[in-house]
């Protein structure tokens, strides 16, 4: 089943692959004088290895952006003694000139080149190396490979201003290509003789002449005992073609279709034409005539047609002219027809926009190389994924990202395709993901971020994002993810939406990871971003989202991370912190959210100086009485001062307010706050909190400690409890019981702190046999 295929592991051989070709110096290579890629000299590669390495090659290079092309890399498949190439498939800016010359003495049997556009005339002669071996030939959007550059003669002068002009190659057939037996020349340029060039082929089997303008199309009788193939998508057809077509009797696969919105056509398909293909054309199995206009009404009438179960026997065809087809069809292609409505349709699979099974059949069958209907599909799927529910899941997004990963340059695709991928990986399709599936989705957004800073592009990348657990699911690209996030926030000119949802994903993605992720993404500039950000919003005096979540995002990433907090301090954080509380006094979420990351830097005994200031403390220790949300804008100023009484009586470098009067606010504060509060906190570590516990110069300090404990292990059991424990904190507290400094208060509340734990160890203890 398809589910079962999805999930199943790589293949040895592909981890292998992509293993060696990440590592080519490591595995098969050595550098020649520190810069030219060699083949080991007692390495033998038989051709199924040499071509998944090539080909696989050519999908790095164009899907993974860490991926580093090599200049030399096709060298090493130059010398057939050590290295085979039998079928390869290379595409797009890849492939140059000179990497063809580099295999030139390979046996190749198939080579299928797909807008290579920087091929010229000069990989012509290269081909004929291959002329002798060559079954299949693929040119398709080669756009350039007749043209040469030609030198006019003449003087120097002359040559400077025009080096190089480009002219037309006239004089290449495939003369000596004698086992050639597919070729596709789709979308070839204007100008070369396509009769010419294709004499000398004896016997073609398959021919695709994709997006050409020929008037006639006589010269292809000549293949008429042979050709079983034959695709003629957007030619403008004239009766004279249908005649030809018509005398291809060995015909399994005609495609006729085109793209209807691509340029105005005369031909219109008609009930006699489709006739005569049915009566010619016995072999028939599968025929595309997507796009094209019925002159007149090929269907019969509806009365007869809804009668029954859908049935695809071509003697119940609603589309009369297939009522003569011995069998139904394997494949027909009716996309942006009005047939593929109908209800009986004599094909195992039908490409069209009724249903998803069509649209599906559709993104299938054009994808590679027909990318302007590709998108319209995607389009109807992101409709149907939209609306309805999938039925097809797992080939709907397989579809998708397959196309997203062919086109990655292709603007619509990349739009309609990040779209319906927001769709199909949200919650509702989430159990029918496999996490092999969920990381390829995650790897082609994240491609397709980093080639379009478009708009609607990188929102949907982004919203597309926040279908996934965060951190989890995008750890294994945690650095790629948040270099591009902060490249987003980091533009001068950005979309409010965008920058709303990729400071929430930059809050998510800092939110209970380890501290070398924090560290390796504070070096990134992430704190300088957020603090930008916070900067922007006072500067327009509006606290919204992206002010809270900024603050949010910096009490994260600064937790048991000394690092940041100093980056913080060095980039104004403090004389931000000041600005935001005295412009938005009201902000409860605000100030707990920037009283929380205060608590990290407290935290950090080098850093506490830079806090001992009479502006500061004065700030911390009126914000002790502050109700904002609940007891957690007092707890965490409580908890900041602690850090800092920590330090002892010397420590206080400042006149105002005295240290005696602070002290007697923060007893207060905890004494006013309820031990049953629910809380808007987590901590994945007590040991700044413990620290405060074996010490005699703060009592206070050491209360507010308590007092913390003693609330998470009595509200939240199941997470505090076994923590507690498990950082050794019953010892520490055992210890401060018998201390004569600590006050009788903080020992009572120590001692619940125990019994709560022990009482919690009791209850979990694991009695089954």
């Known amino acids: 089943s398809l589910k079962m295929a999805s999930d199943s592991p790589e293949s040895l051989m592909a981890l292998c692959t992509d293993y060696c070709l990440r590592n080519l110096e490591g595995t098969l290579c050595y550098l020649l004088d520190n810069e030219t890629l060699r083949l080991h000299p007692d390495i033998f590669l038989p051709s199924e290895i040499c071509d998944k390495l090539v080909n696989e090659y050519v999908e790095l290079v164009k899907t993974d952006s860490i991926f580093e092309p090599h200049e030399s890399f096709f060298t090493l498949f130059s010398d057939p003694r050590s290295t085979r190439l039998a079928r390869i498939h290379l595409r797009e800016q890849i492939v140059q000139d000179?990497?063809?010359?580099?295999?030139?003495?390979?046996?190749?049997?198939?080579?299928?080149?797909?807008?290579?556009?920087?091929?010229?005339?000069?990989?012509?002669?290269?081909?004929?190396?291959?002329?002798?071996?060559?079954?299949?030939?693929?040119?398709?959007?080669c756009c350039n490979i007749f043209y040469e550059e030609e030198n006019p003669g003449g003087c120097e002068d002359d040559c400077l201003v025009n080096p190089t002009r480009q002219v037309l190659v006239k004089d290449f057939t495939f003369e000596g290509f004698s086992r050639l037996r597919f070729l596709n020349l789709g979308r070839l340029i204007e100008g070369v003789n396509v009769e010419t060039l294709l004499r000398p082929l004896a016997s073609l089997a398959a021919l695709d002449l994709s997006g050409i303008q020929l008037?006639?199309?006589?010269?292809?009788?000549?293949?008429?005992?042979?050709l079983v193939s034959l695709v003629l998508y957007n030619m403008d057809l004239s009766e004279e073609?249908?005649?030809?077509?018509?005398?291809l009797r060995k015909l399994r696969h005609l495609d006729i279709s085109r793209d209807h919105l691509s340029s105005y056509y005369k031909f219109k398909l008609t009930r006699r034409v489709l006739n005569l293909f049915v009566e010619n054309l016995v072999n028939l199995t599968s025929l595309d005539i997507s796009g094209h206009t019925m002159l007149e009404n090929c269907t019969i009438p509806s009365m007869e047609e809804k009668m029954?179960?859908?049935?695809?026997?071509?003697?119940?065809?609603?589309?009369?002219?297939?009522?003569?087809?011995k069998r139904p069809l394997q494949f027909l292609g009716l996309f942006e027809t009005s047939l593929c409505r109908l209800t009986h349709i004599p094909a195992y699979k039908v490409s069209g926009d009724k249903n998803e099974e069509q649209v599906l059949n559709a993104i299938e069958a054009y994808t590679e190389h027909r990318p302007e209907i590709t998108s319209r599909a995607i389009n109807l799927l992101f409709d149907i994924a939209r609306i309805e529910r999938c039925s097809q899941l797992l080939r709907a997004l397989q579809l998708v990202i397959t196309a997203l990963k062919c086109h990655k340059d292709d603007k619509n695709i990349q739009v309609t395709g990040s779209a319906a991928l927001f769709y199909l990986t949200n919650s509702e399709y989430r159990m029918e993901q496999s996490i092999k599936l969920r990381r390829q989705v995650i790897q082609v957004v994240l491609n397709g971020m980093e080639s379009y800073q478009e708009v609607t592009v990188q929102r949907n990348c982004c919203l597309t994002l926040c279908n996934f657990s965060i951190p989890e699911e995008l750890e294994f690209q945690y650095r790629r993810v948040n270099e591009l996030l902060l490249n987003i926030l980091n533009q001068s000119r950005q979309d409010e939406s965008i920058q709303r949802i990729a400071v929430h994903l930059?809050?998510?993605?800092?939110?209970?990871?380890?501290?070398?992720?924090?560290?390796?993404?504070?070096?990134?500039?992430?704190v300088m971003t957020m603090l930008k950000l916070i900067q922007k919003k006072l500067a327009?005096?509006?606290?919204?989202?992206?002010?809270?979540?900024?603050?949010?995002?910096?009490?994260?990433?600064?937790?048991?991370?000394?690092?940041n907090c100093e980056m913080f301090l060095n980039y104004s954080g403090m004389k931000l912190f000041l600005e935001c509380l005295k412009e938005f006094p009201e902000?409860?979420?605000?100030?707990?959210?920037?009283?929380?990351?205060l608590g990290n830097v407290a935290e950090v005994k080098e850093l506490r100086p830079q806090l001992m200031t009479s502006q500061f403390i004065g700030v911390f220790s009126n914000l002790l009485e502050s109700k904002a949300d609940g007891i957690e804008v007092s707890y965490n100023a409580c908890g900041v001062l602690s850090h800092i009484m920590f330090d002892g009586p010397e420590a206080w470098g400042i006149c105002e307010p005295h240290r005696e009067e602070v002290v007697k606010r923060m007893w207060a504060a905890i004494q006013s706050w309820d031990i049953n509060s629910r809380r808007n906190i987590n901590y994945r570590s007590f040991e700044p909190i413990l620290r405060l516990l074996p010490q005699g110069i703060s009592p206070v300090s050491q209360h507010w400690a308590t007092w913390a404990l003693y609330n998470l292990v009595s509200v939240y059991p199941d997470k505090y409890c076994p923590l507690l424990i498990k950082e050794g904190g019953i010892p520490?507290?055992?210890?401060?019981?018998?201390?004569?400094?600590?006050?009788?208060?903080?020992?009572?509340?120590?001692?619940?702190?125990?019994?709560?734990?022990?009482?919690?160890?009791?209850?979990?203890?694991?009695?089954?046999?």
């Open 587 to 597: 902000k409860q979420e605000l100030h707990r959210n920037m009283l929380g990351l």
């Open 241 to 247: 073609h249908i005649q030809v077509i018509a005398q």
């Open 215 to 226: 008037n006639d199309v006589g010269f292809l009788t000549q293949w008429k005992d042979s």
């Open 98 to 141: 000179q990497d063809l010359e580099a295999i030139r003495k390979q046996d190749l049997v198939e080579l299928y080149l797909t807008n290579c556009e920087k091929l010229t005339a000069k990989s012509l002669q290269t081909l004929v190396s291959f002329s002798h071996t060559l079954i299949s030939l693929s040119l398709f959007g």
């Open 732 to 769: 520490l507290l055992k210890d401060m019981i018998k201390m004569a400094s600590a006050r009788q208060e903080t020992k009572e509340m120590a001692r619940k702190v125990i019994e709560h734990c022990s009482n919690f160890k009791e209850e979990n203890m694991d009695t089954s046999r």
């Open 540 to 563: 327009d005096k509006t606290c919204d989202q992206v002010m809270e979540f900024s603050w949010s995002a910096l009490w994260n990433i600064t937790d048991e991370t000394p690092d």
């Open 308 to 325: 029954g179960q859908t049935s695809i026997e071509p003697a119940k065809s609603s589309i009369a002219p297939f009522r003569g087809l």
């Open 506 to 526: 930059c809050n998510a993605l800092v939110c209970q990871v380890d501290n070398d992720h924090k560290e390796a993404v504070g070096k990134m500039g992430f």
